[in-house]
C-alpha cells in the first residue's frame, strides 16, 4: 500500500526523522491560512501517488499566503501529469503546504529488502534530486549500498562511512546517523517494503532534513497495524481494483485489449504469456479464486466489462476443487444477465470439463468454447480484433 508525502512525513517525525514543517490542506482558504501560520516562503506540493511532481507543475514555492493560495488553486481539482502518472494524469485532492528551506545540497536515499541478501539495503548517493533513475542506469559507482543484517542490527559505524562516502562534514555525519537509524527504525516497526527519501537536503546551516518522502508498507504487514491501514486512500487506487477487493477478487489492470478471468494466480500468469504469444496484450485479469462460484463469475464479469479497454473475454478456469459444469452454469448465468456486449472464448479444464462443454454450447450464447490454450489464445486475440 501506498501513503501520500504528507503521512509518510508525519511517520518518519514520530522516529525522530527532521522533515520541514507543514500542513495538509484540501481548499484555497486553507492553504493561504496554512502559508499564514508557517510564515515566509513556503512550498506548495501537490499530493498523489506518484513521483515526477516537480516536473509536471506539482511542486511550486511561494513567498508568501496570495501566492500559495494561487498555486493551490491551479492544483486543486485538477489532474496532474507526471512522468509516473501516465497521460490521464490524477486528480489533485490534497496539497502539502512547507516551510521552503534553502537546499545546499541534494542526496538520495532509499530503503528496501534485497531479497536474494534477505537483508534491508539502504541506497545512497550524493546526486540526489529528481534524476535518480539516470544516476542508477549510467553511473552506479556513485550509489553507495549498505545492507542491515537483520540480526546485529543498524551499527553507527556503518552509518557512519555512509554519511563519509556522501561527502558529509563530520558534524553532518553525525546527524546523518541519527537520520538513518530513524528511518530503519521506521522501516522495521511499520512493515514498510520501500523507504525513500529523494532528496534528503543539506541546508546552508549544515542541518540535513528528509525533503521529499515515499513510503511503501506491505500489505500482508497491514493485518498488525490498524493505525497505518487507515492511511490508504481509495482515490488513488485503480476503482475497479477496489470494486473487486470489497468482493473478494483479485483484479488487476492493464493495458491491452483481451479481459481475463482465471482462477489462481498461477493460471493467470501462463494465460497472460499466451495471450502474448498470441499477438495481444491483456487488458486486465481478474482472479475468481479456487473456488469460482457463480456469484463471483457474475461479479467478475460485471467488473471486467465495466474496463472500456476490453473488446474480448477470455474464461480460462482450471475445474479442481470447483467443478467445470457449476463454472460453466456460472458462466452462462452471467453472461445472460450482463448482456455481454464483446466476444466471449471460454476454456474449462479439469472435472466435469465435458459436461461443461455441452452445457455452454446448449445455451445458444454467443461464445466461443475452446479446448487447449492456445487455441483459445488464438481464438480470443482474433475476436479482440487480431494482433498487434
Ligand atoms: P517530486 O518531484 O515528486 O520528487 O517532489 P519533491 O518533493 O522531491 O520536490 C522536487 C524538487 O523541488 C526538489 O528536488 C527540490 O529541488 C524542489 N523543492 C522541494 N521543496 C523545496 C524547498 O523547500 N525549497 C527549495 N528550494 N526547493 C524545494
Ligand atoms: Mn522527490
Known amino acids: 500500500m501506498n501513503i501520500h508525502e504528507y503521512q509518510a512525513k508525519e511517520l518518519l517525525a514520530r522516529f525522530g526523522v527532521p522533515v520541514p514543517e507543514g500542513r495538509v490542506a484540501e481548499t484555497v482558504e486553507d492553504v493561504r491560512e496554512a502559508a499564514r501560520a508557517l510564515g515566509g516562503g513556503v512550498v506548495v506540493k501537490a499530493q498523489i501517488h506518484a513521483g515526477g511532481r516537480g516536473k509536471g507543475g506539482g511542486i511550486k514555492l511561494a513567498d508568501g499566503p496570495d501566492a500559495a493560495a494561487d498555486h493551490a488553486a491551479a492544483m ?17 485532492r490534497k496539497v502539502y503546504v512547507t516551510r521552503a528551506l534553502n537546499i545546499d545540497h541534494e542526496y538520495y536515499l532509499g530503503l528496501l529488502i534485497d531479497r536474494a541478501a534477505s537483508k534491508l539495503l539502504v541506497m545512497a548517493s550524493a546526486e540526489g534530486g529528481v534524476e535518480i533513475e539516470k544516476v542508477a542506469a549510467e553511473t552506479p559507482e556513485k550509489l553507495l549500498k549498505l545492507h542491515v543484517d537483520p540480526i546485529a542490527g543498524y551499527l553507527p559505524w556503518a552509518g557512519r562511512r555512509l554519511g563519509y562516502g556522501l561527502g558529509l562534514a563530520p558534524a553532518e555525519v553525525n546527524a546523518f546517523v541519527k537520520l538513518l537509524g530513524g528511518l ?6 511499520c512493515d514498510a517494503s520501500l523507504v525513500e527519501i529523494n532528496p534528503l537536503v543539506r541546508t546552508p546551516q549544515g542541518e540535513l532534513f528528509a525533503l521529499d518522502a515515499k513510503i511503501n508498507l506491505d500489505d500482508n ?15 488513488e487506487e485503480e476503482p475497479l481494483e477496489v470494486e473487486a477487493s470489497r468482493v473478494g477478487l483479485n483484479y488487476i489492470k492493464l493495458d491491452g485489449t483481451v479481459g481475463c478471468m482465471v482462477n489462481g494466480a498461477g493460471l493467470a500468469m501462463a494465460t497472460m504469456d499466451i495471450i502474448d504469444l498470441a499477438g495481444a496484450r491483456p487488458a ?3 482472479d475468481v479464486g479456487g473456488g469460482a462460484s457463480k456469484e463471483a463469475v457474475t461479479k467478475a464479469f460485471q467488473i471486467l466489462l465495466k474496463d472500456p479497454d476490453v473488446r474480448a473475454v477470455l474464461v480460462n ?62 481464438k480470443v486475440v482474433a475476436a479482440a480484433g487480431g494482433t498487434r
Not at 486543486?76 to 489533485?92: D, E
Not at 497491514?222 to 482515490?235: S, T
Open 221 to 235: 504487514g497491514l493485518g498488525r497495524h490498524a493505525d497505518l491501514a487507515e492511511l490508504r486512500d481509495l482515490h
Open 184 to 189: 530503519i527504525k521506521c522501516f522495521e516497526r
Open 76 to 92: 486543486l481539482g485538477k489532474p496532474l501529469v507526471t512522468p509516473q502518472t501516465g497521460a490521464r494524469g490524477r486528480i489533485v
Open 284 to 286: 486486465n485479469f481478474l
Open 317 to 378: 478456469i482450471f475445474g479442481g476443487i470447483v467443478r467445470c459444469d457449476r463454472v460453466a452454469e456460472g458462466v452462462i448465468a452471467a453472461a445472460r444477465e450482463v448482456a455481454l456486449d464483446v466476444p466471449l472464448v471460454v476454456r474449462l479444464q479439469g472435472t466435469n470439463a465435458k459436461q461443461a462443454r455441452a452445457l455452454l454450447e446448449q445455451s445458444k450464447l454467443p461464445l466461443e468454447v475452446a479446448e487447449e490454450l492456445d487455441e483459445a489464445a488464438r
